[in-house]
């Protein structure tokens, strides 16, 4: 990893409750180098999320620094582009018009641009289309290219493609990656799946919970494409699993008073 482009130092996030007070994130401590992928992996309740939302910006009540090319992060920016695993399109607005949001197609450099973005994200004939007569992955490759448009400094996924049949994720995958490669832009993915995690990044974070902290960082030294039925993958993918499970070995101590 080179200069770091996001910085998170001593990150503490905790919730008021009527129950009291919750630990959300305990001493989140993280550095991502620019152009790096990574995902973010743990069980339900473990911060994930609440990390992206504050990488964001939407979410500013919390103790610790995040910085961003050595900039406090200070609400939301065009600099940290946000996918959720709803695509939340307009839905009377077409592919295109989408994609560009507040901009005007009528300016050249915006209509030239939202028309790269279409064929990176492999729409290309589907312009004019609307939200109705698209498939969840095609809506969700038009949320990933409204994102794209301003040329964000990191990209924020929040399992994108949680509600997507597994063809379908499995394409998504190999199209984000496309993305990526092409781009080069900063990724931080949350996901619940494991394959995907070891498939998509350079480093996997294995997040553990009550509160969430970071158990562990794997880096995923294994060209791309990646083969998910090699050896090498699995052995990988493995050396992910052993962590997750110290994580969910832990879950059951805390659930059991150990």
């Excluded at 001593?10 to 989140?28: D, E, M, S, Y």
């Excluded at 069980?43 to 994930?48: H, L, Q």
Aim: charged share 25%; glycine share 8%.
């Amino acid at each position: 990893m080179g200069v770091p482009i996001l910085q998170i130092a001593g990150l503490n996030k905790t919730f008021i409750t009527p129950q009291g007070q919750v630990k959300a994130l305990h001493h989140i401590q993280l550095e991502v180098g620019q152009g790096e992928f990574i995902t973010i992996i743990g069980p339900s309740g473990c911060g994930k999320s609440t990390l992206l939302k504050i990488i964001a910006g939407l979410d500013d009540d919390y103790e610790g620094q995040v910085l961003l090319n050595g900039t406090p992060v200070k609400g939301p920016s065009i600099e940290r582009g946000v996918i959720f695993q709803e695509p939340r399109l307009f839905p009377w607005l077409s592919v295109e018009k989408n994609i560009a949001g507040n901009l005007s197609l009528k300016k050249p450099e915006i209509r030239s641009r939202v028309e790269e973005l279409i064929e990176l994200v492999r729409l290309k004939g589907f312009a004019k289309s609307y939200p109705r007569e698209l498939s969840g992955g095609m809506a969700q490759r038009v949320a990933i290219a409204r994102a794209l448009l301003r040329n964000p400094k990191v990209l924020l996924l929040d399992e994108p493609f949680g509600a997507l049949d597994a063809f379908t994720r499995s394409h998504m995958q190999e199209v984000l990656l496309d993305i990526w490669q092409s781009n080069k832009t900063t990724m931080l993915f949350v996901t619940h799946d494991l394959d995907e995690a070891v498939f998509l990044a350079e480093r996997v974070v294995v997040m553990n919970a009550r509160p969430g902290q970071i158990q562990s960082i794997q880096h995923i030294e294994l060209a791309h494409p990646r083969r998910k039925a090699s050896n090498a993958f699995q052995q990988l993918r493995h050396k992910v699993l052993s962590e997750f499970e110290k994580v969910e070995e832990l879950e059951l101590a805390d659930s059991a008073g150990i």
